[in-house]
């Protein structure tokens, strides 16, 4: 199994930008798919982005072009940059991974809450 410890939320201005940090410890896999979601209060949980181990990337709509996901190797980490930050960015953010060959995302950092002020 997999353990992830998201971390590098905060608050920030509109326009600012923020980088979030998930760190993977436990088993690991070499067919994966890494995401980061996000839910906000009152609404439902979205995914924001994801990465798979053959290199394709996914990236919503909503955050294209401001976000990149990536990911270091060596450090067993992966990364959400977010730059020119809304307020409806807000929102407290999830990483995720689940294993190539399975739908579902089974493994869930705690969360870290970022707030874009106005």
């Known amino acids: 199994q997999v353990q992830l410890v998201e971390s590098g939320g905060g608050l920030v201005q509109a326009g600012g930008s923020l980088r979030l940090s998930c760190a993977a410890s436990?088993?690991?896999?070499?067919?994966?798919?890494m995401a980061w979601f996000r839910q906000a209060p009152g609404k439902e949980r979205e995914i924001v982005t994801a990465?798979?181990?053959?290199?394709?990337?996914y990236y919503a709509d909503s955050v294209k072009g401001r976000f990149t996901i990536s990911t270091d190797n060596s450090r067993n980490t992966m990364y959400l940059q977010m730059n020119s930050l809304k307020p409806e960015d807000t929102a407290v953010y999830y990483c995720?991974?689940?294993?190539?060959?399975?739908?579902?995302?089974?493994?869930w950092g705690q969360g870290t809450q970022v707030t874009v002020s106005s």
């Open positions: 990465l798979s181990w053959n290199g394709n990337t």
């Open positions: 436990g088993r690991t896999f070499t067919n994966y798919v």
């Open positions: 995720a991974a689940r294993r190539g060959s399975m739908q579902n995302y089974d493994y």
